[in-house]
């Protein structure tokens, strides 16, 4: 079973490139940001929680994430395997997917990065939210605090993979298709 963790800042090209891998290699997508927003549409007890901090630009704690993620896991019957997109987003919650996961007698497989400098960051995002509405990509303080809480609370598991040999970064500046190739080029080591 192929599992991996797209791993990069807000911004990154995480969706873009989820959604190419999926279609090349099969794989079920779990975005953690797609199950909030689901479940705050749906005015969830869960998903109005997950607002309250999404509105501040912090992450949702760690119990609240992790309940909804295996909940999704658990819906799936005979994957080919998962894509973790935006999870996870601490060394506790890198923690409880292995946990998670080796309960399924499975792993990740490796955690790809898509590295991009800050300033092409606000960038992106201010553009993503000026087409897509999305009210946390059209304030700069949000952003910025968004980048900042990514620098410091999610780069450790960046530590984490690295230390179980299973962390690759990619330069996520350039052509999509460029890109998408270089993590190719990677998952195709693994297999």
Known sequence: MLNLVLFGPPGAGKGTQSAKLIEKYHLVHLSTGDIFRANIKNETELGLLAKSYMDKGQLV????????????????????????????????????????????????????????????????????GKDSGRADDLDPVVIQKRIDVYNNETMPVKDFYSAQNKYKGINGIGEIDTIFNALCKEIERTL
Do not use: H, Y
């Open 61 to 128: 704690p760690d119990e609240v994430t992790i309940a909804m993620l295996a909940s999704e896991v658990n819906k799936q019957t005979d994957p080919k395997g998962f894509i973790f997109d935006g999870f996870p987003r601490t060394s506790a919650q890198a923690e409880a997917l292995d946990a998670l996961l080796a309960s399924k007698e499975t792993g990740i497989s490796l955690m790809l990065a898509l590295e991009v400098e800050e300033e092409e960051l606000r960038k992106r995002l201010l553009l993503r």
